[in-house]
Antibody, heavy 121, light 110 residues
Framework: QVQLVQSGAEVKKPGASVKVSCKAS????????MHWVRQAPGQRLEWMGW????????KYSQKFQGRVTITRDTSANTAYMDLSSLRSEDTAVYYC??????????????WGQGTLVTVSS | QSALTQPASVSGSPGQSITISCTGT?????????VSWYQQHPGKAPKLMIY???NRPSGVSNRFSASKSGNTASLTISGLQAEDEADYYC??????????FGGGTKLTVL
């Protein structure tokens, strides 16, 4: 069965960077895209970007362009989301989510458990 | 556009039906048949309930149905049950190959 297991909670100071990992199992990693979605406390879901796990192509939300980098390691079946220049408003749960059908970006069929990132001085 | 427009809250009694709307533009909801709906219980990851406007993934109750007209998509839950109480989010593919979510709707089962 498809499983996405994310790295543990992080506490960071303003201005620092955070890298969250998402280890996939139960399917062929390179045949699907992986998305990153965040949710600030009590707030809505916010799409950040995605990576084609096959060829590494990425697409980012304009809001995070320049601050977010999504990568993958096909040998480890793992995707990563790196967010830099952190500020308090970046405190959120960060989710990875697998495209349901391939590289389409149309719907997210499987989700990781979420990683809480807290930005505080 | 920062988010698709959803009502902040809806409520209904057990057994009743409710409908949640999701309004976008011709660059997202109106332009593609790639609207999805997600259910999120407190402290849990979202769960895909509807994809391609009207389709249910395997295992999702047929009490959940959806449709689209123009720039507005809708999710209907019939025969409300206590377990349906959750937040619901719509999302859509966009003309720039990104994904946009709605603001979310809190469903309360009275």
């Amino acid at each position: 069965q498809v499983q996405l297991v994310q790295s543990g909670a992080e506490v960071k100071k303003p201005g620092a960077s955070v890298k969250v990992s998402c280890k996939a199992s139960g399917y062929t990693f390179t045949r699907y895209s992986m998305h990153w979605v965040r949710q600030a406390p009590g707030q809505r879901l916010e799409w950040m970007g995605w990576i084609n796990a096959g060829n590494g192509d990425t697409k980012y939300s304009q809001k995070f362009q320049g601050r977010v980098t999504i990568t993958r390691d096909t040998s480890a079946n793992t995707a990563y989301m790196d967010l830099s220049s952190l500020r308090s408003e970046d405190t959120a749960v960060y989710y990875c989510a697998r495209d349901r059908r391939g590289y389409t970006g149309y719907d997210l069929g499987y989700w990781g458990q979420g990683t809480l990132v807290t930005v505080s001085s | 556009q920062s988010a698709l427009t959803q009502p902040a809250s809806v409520s209904g009694s057990p057994g009743q039906s409710i409908t949640i709307s999701c309004t976008g533009t011709s660059r997202d909801v109106g332009g593609y048949n790639y609207v999805s709906w997600y259910q999120q219980h407190p402290g849990k990851a979202p769960k895909l309930m509807i994809y391609d406007v009207i389709n249910r993934p395997s295992g999702v109750s047929n009490r959940f149905s959806a449709s689209k007209s123009g720039n507005t998509a809708s999710l209907t839950i019939s025969g409300l049950q206590a377990e349906d109480e959750a937040d619901y989010y719509c999302s859509s593919h966009t003309s720039t190959s990104t994904v946009i979510f709605g603001g979310g709707t809190k469903l309360t089962v009275l």
